[in-house]
């Protein structure tokens, strides 16, 4: 899940894009109107987190350019100013949900992740399954034929991309972008040691191994088919 932040004091920037990174999200982060009007107009984001008073473009500009171009994106705007008529104005543009400054992570991941899961269309896609493997998106919390398996927040993430593609063979370089946010060009191992964890976790013990290594093309997760 990719989730954009435009916010110009360099200080809450960084505590958002921490946070939500640390959270398992990937994270962008503009600090001129301008140039989060531009990201956002790719609308390869799933969710756009707008400050409200920004250098370049107002945060309400951006949200009803972005709207009269057609891009969809779920919009929680941001702002120091606790005033009816704001709110008002906001909801009126289409913002998705408004949060008051100061406000504590844990209030912005909640309100984050159920904007994320009402994206979502269905209320069955609270959960993803494949065989026995089930992942509850609202608590995040991953079980295997019943049992839980504890996962990190980049694991999770991992193990939710593979689930919602399961079947799809995906290439490294894939899962690098939409899980680590960096381009495969360098020659770490970080996507193998991860993805060796998490088959531990997710397959040891089990006689159905569900995530499979594709050689020289990437990773899947399926159920293997019936002899
Ligand atoms: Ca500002």
Known sequence: MKILIVEDEPKTGRY???????AGYVADL???????LHLA???SYDLLILDVMLPGLSGWQILQTLRERGVPTPVLFLTARDQV????????LGADDYLVKPFSF????????IILRRGQNSP?????????LELDLLRRRATRAGQRVDLTAKEF????????????VLPRSLIASQVWDMNFDSDTNVIEVAMRRLRMKVDDGHTVKLIQTVRGMGYVLET???P
Not at 16 to 22: D, F
Not at 30 to 36: E, S, T, Y
Not at 106 to 113: D, G, K, T
């Open 124 to 132: 069955a896609d609270a959960a993803l399954r494949v065989a026995d």
């Open 41 to 43: 107009s790719q609308g």
């Open 30 to 36: 503009a600090n001129h109107g301008a140039d989060g």
């Open 106 to 113: 844990a209030e912005l991941l909640a309100r984050v992740r």
């Open 157 to 168: 993430g991992l193990l939710e991309l593979l689930m919602r593609r399961h079947g799809e």
């Open 224 to 226: 293997p088919e019936e």
């Open 85 to 92: 008529e704001d709110r008002v104005k906001g909801l009126e």
């Open 16 to 22: 958002l894009s921490q946070g939500l990174a640390e």
